[in-house]
């Protein structure tokens, strides 16, 4: 169900989500060869969330603070050019500041990263998935992993998502 442009998802219900679920044909051949995806396009998401949509998130950093703050979560980058990165944490808020920290964006040594120093963050989209407060770090683990399943993303090196 869908209100105000917030999409909220709870498994229980018998209704399928209206979100996009993308083809898997999108996985980088040349990265996890022996992967083989747990969820696919007809799966539903093993946890309850609600999905918020932060676009143009360089100029609208204040909206991941009321969104994000104490949150724990996923949360997906996407920029014009349809490049996406996924990710997980307990601290929803800090782990998606740090993106914005121009040592760590310098250091580039994450593909997301030097993504970021050579493109910037002009236009790019954020998508929070913030989980229900009782929500512990595997959860987020497996709600990222069903998201990068159905997404495909490509400035992921690793398809499997892990708790770092």
Known sequence: MEIGGVLYYSPSKSTKPNYVLYDLKRYNPYNNKDYKPKYNGDSKPPHIFTKIVVPNV????????????????????????????????????????????????????????????????????LTLYIMEPDARWNMAIELEQYLIDTLAPNLNVDFVASRT
């Open 58 to 125: 360089f100029s609208n950093r204040r909206d991941i603070t009321a969104k994000a703050k104490n949150a724990i979560g996923v949360y997906i980058f996407t920029a014009p050019d349809g490049a996406c990165y996924i990710g997980s944490s307990v601290t929803l808020y800090n782990r998606v500041c740090s993106y914005f920290m121009p040592s760590i964006i310098a250091k580039g040594d994450r593909r997301v990263l030097r993504y970021f120093h050579k493109y910037g963050f002009s236009n790019v989209t």
